[in-house]
């Protein structure tokens, strides 16, 4: 049994999408405990900012005519979806950074996408479970000031969801920055509702995820 867990947060050592996820992962670990779990964190270690394009690019030529570089980012997109492709199941932390996806995210997942075995017609990740953990500084609620702003979960939900086709659980926790930002002090009792809340999704959906729902499993 194998599960993937990609990590996105530019501060781990208080990062809330970690924590989170880690309530998943441990359900994992709980049901399959001989597991190999492996790791990408694109904090640590981002992908190149050259890589998509060096990518795309690449694949329009013949192999003998790419560059060292369009080689390399191609083999690093294999890599990427051999790691999809060959677990079992599928984590990801994924936070809000000004108001759109992460861009570590998002250039992880463009790269990952140009391997041809990860397209909307294929079947290499379609059924399989995953989880998307995905933290918030604010509050973007319906009815909230800032209602629409968060251009981010929509996103990773159409992608993950419909053009990957992963069987996909979303823990989302609002509010992270209540206690930390003291504009924001007079939601407290509101943003400890919202963290609990996402406590239990975590270990619900950690739970489901170890289960393997989904119809396809590598
Ligand atoms: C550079 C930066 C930009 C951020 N931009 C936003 C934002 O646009 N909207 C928001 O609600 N929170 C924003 N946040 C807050 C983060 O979403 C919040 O701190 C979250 O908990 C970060 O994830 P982590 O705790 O896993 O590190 C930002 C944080 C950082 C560091």
Redesign the pocket.
Known sequence: MSLFRLDA???PA?????SLADLVEAEWTASHPDSTVTRRDLAADPVPAAAWADAVTGGFVDEAQRTDAQRAARALGTTFADELIGADALLFAV?????GVSQHFKTWFDLAYTDPRIDPQGTALRGKPATLVT????NYAPGTPKEGWDHSTGWLRRVLEDVWGLDLRIVERPF??VGVNPALDAFADTARELKENAETDARTYGRELAALRGDQVA
Do not use: W
């Not at 208080?14 to 970690?18: G, L």
């Not at 933290?135 to 604010?138: C, I, K, P, T, Y």
């Open positions: 947060s530019i501060l208080s990062s809330a999408s970690r936070p809000l950074y000004n108001y933290v918030l500084g604010g992270t920055l």
